[in-house]
Nanobody
Framework: QVHLVESGGGSVQPGGSLTLSCAAS????????MAWFRQAPGKEREAVAV????????YYADSAKGRFTISQDNAKNTLYLQMNSLKPEDTAMYYC?????????????????WGQGTQVTVSS
């Protein structure tokens, strides 16, 4: 089993920054591929960024490129999402997700494990 707990959400003005954290526990071999998703009210959930924790290869949604950075701290079993230059359209519930796949780790992957989410609100 894998347990994921997000934190770091909050309210920020446009142009501001936030760093989300995802504390992971459980079987390490079942979380080789980690990702951040988000879901805004009335919209479908979308993948924001994904990271292969073994080779550090990452992919980003077009909306996140150049502004968001996904990273990990293996010693702390924690995944991060650094978000800069935030826009009102970034407002959403952000979720951490995990999948055991090592060889296929991309934005289209159907992830197995999910956290409860942390709310990000960007507003002036």
């Amino acid at each position: 089993q894998v347990h994921l707990v997000e934190s770091g959400g909050g309210s920020v003005q446009p142009g501001g920054s936030l760093t989300l954290s995802c504390a992971a526990s459980g079987y390490t071999y079942r979380r080789n591929c980690m990702a951040w998703f988000r879901q805004a009210p009335g919209k479908e959930r979308e993948a924001v960024a994904v990271l292969n924790i073994h080779n550090n290869v990452s992919y980003y949604a077009d909306s996140a490129k150049g502004r968001f950075t996904i990273s990990q701290d293996n010693a702390k079993n924690t995944l991060y999402l650094q978000m800069n230059s935030l826009k009102p359209e970034d407002t959403a519930m952000y979720y951490c997700a995990a999948h055991p796949s090592t060889y296929v780790c991309n934005l289209a992957l159907a992830f197995d494990y999910w956290g409860q989410g942390t709310q990000v609100t960007v507003s002036s």
